[in-house]
């Protein structure tokens, strides 16, 4: 049984930065597409990026473009969120997502076979 694990999330001012990590276990991490979702109270899961498994091409939102960059390490089994220039509108639970899927939409939730429990992410002065 596949089983991720998010950690990493906390309070942070604005401005500041913090690092996510999910470890995968129960597959061969290499083989899974993966991606990371966010939920804000009262709104529906979003995409924030996706890593594809064959190349390591990350996809991201746009609102998160060129603050946030999503790595992988096959070795370790472990996907990283590296996330700065935080802003009080990234406050959300933040969850992990792999697919083992031929095609892949990386920024359809449906798309993804596996998800963490999350980890609360809270930015706010």
């Known amino acids: 049984q596949v089983q991720l694990v998010e950690s990493g999330g906390g309070l942070v001012q604005p401005g500041g930065s913090l690092r996510l990590s999910c470890a995968a276990s129960?597959?061969?991490?290499?083989?899974?597409?993966m991606g990371w979702f966010r939920q804000a109270p009262g709104k529906e899961r979003e995409f924030v990026v996706g890593i594809s498994r064959n190349t390591g091409v990350t996809y991201y939102a746009d609102s998160v473009k060129g603050r946030f960059t999503a790595s992988r390490d096959n070795a370790k089994n472990t996907m990283y969120l590296q996330m700065n220039s935080l802003k009080p509108e990234d406050t959300a639970i933040y969850y992990c997502?792999?697919?083992?899927?031929?095609?892949?939409?990386?920024?359809?939730?449906?798309?993804?076979?596996?998800w963490g429990q999350g980890t609360q992410v809270t930015v706010s002065s």
């Open positions: 129960g597959g061969t991490f290499s083989s899974f597409h």
């Open positions: 997502a792999a697919s083992r899927r031929n095609t892949y939409t990386y920024y359809y939730a449906g798309t993804y076979e596996y």
